[in-house]
């Protein structure tokens, strides 16, 4: 059975800190895909991850993929309140690559405080 | 940049009637379009993947004669909850995908679904 698992799932973070998400998959995926929510909201895209040792950054968040470890890491630099919110990272299993569906992990509730 | 939308955002509805859920692409032809469940706090969850044309995938475990998924056209994808019981409340997402290698996935704002 696929498993997308992330952790922490709760994060509470003061402002200014640094921290990183950590996304473990057990299926070979070619693809690795992190997305925001706020509350009521639907998904925000924010990285796509296409191959082994890709990184990505955007503004403060910083995304990586280890597709030997079945492994991708979001690293928030310097927390602001903007970025409370859920992340989720979501992979499309090869096996089913043609539909590209993808598997969601639980999320991880990140809180920034002052 | 691509864009989903859906159609209604909220709907109250009363146990046993049934509702229709609207996704479409506004500014490109989406040939697969996938329908998820999200309950309050979770993650979201695959129902069903549908191609333009064909009969719907539906995911081990959804009622595929409760949830009927429409896929008339290439902008167009309809969810219709039959029947509904409150515990069919959740807010459900939509999202389209153009072609088969293209790697992105287009997510519509979601539909608040609350059954009385």
């Known amino acids: 059975e696929l498993k997308v698992e992330q952790n922490p799932l709760f994060l509470s973070m003061q402002e200014g800190k640094n921290y990183t998400i950590y996304c473990n998959y057990s299926?070979?995926?070619?693809?690795l895909y992190w997305y925001r929510q706020d509350p009521g909201k639907s998904l925000e895209s924010l990285f796509v991850l296409l191959s082994n040792g890709a990184v990505k950054q955007e503004g403060r968040l910083m995304a990586s993929l280890d597709t030997k470890a079945r492994l991708s890491t979001l690293h928030i630099t310097a927390a602001v309140h903007d970025l409370s919110a859920t992340y989720f990272c979501a992979v499309v299993p090869l096996d089913r690559g043609s539909q590209g569906n993808l598997i969601f992990g639980k999320g991880t509730k990140l809180s920034v405080k002052p | 940049g691509a864009v989903v939308s859906q159609h209604p955002s909220r709907v109250i509805c009363k146990s046993g009637t049934s509702v229709k859920i609207e996704c479409r692409s506004l500014d490109f032809q989406a040939t697969t379009m996938f329908w998820y469940r999200q309950f309050p706090k979770q993650s979201l969850m695959l129902m069903a993947t549908?191609?333009?044309?064909?009969?719907?995938?539906?995911e081990q475990g959804v009622e595929k004669d409760k949830f009927l998924i429409n896929h008339a056209s290439l902008t167009l994808s309809t969810l219709t909850v039959t029947s509904a019981h409150p515990e069919d409340s959740s807010f459900y997402i939509c999202s389209a995908r153009w072609g088969v290698t293209l790697y992105e996935q287009y997510f519509g704002p979601g539909t608040r679904l609350t059954v009385t």
């Open positions: 299926t070979t995926s070619d693809r």
């Open positions: 549908s191609n333009e044309g064909s009969k719907a995938t539906y």
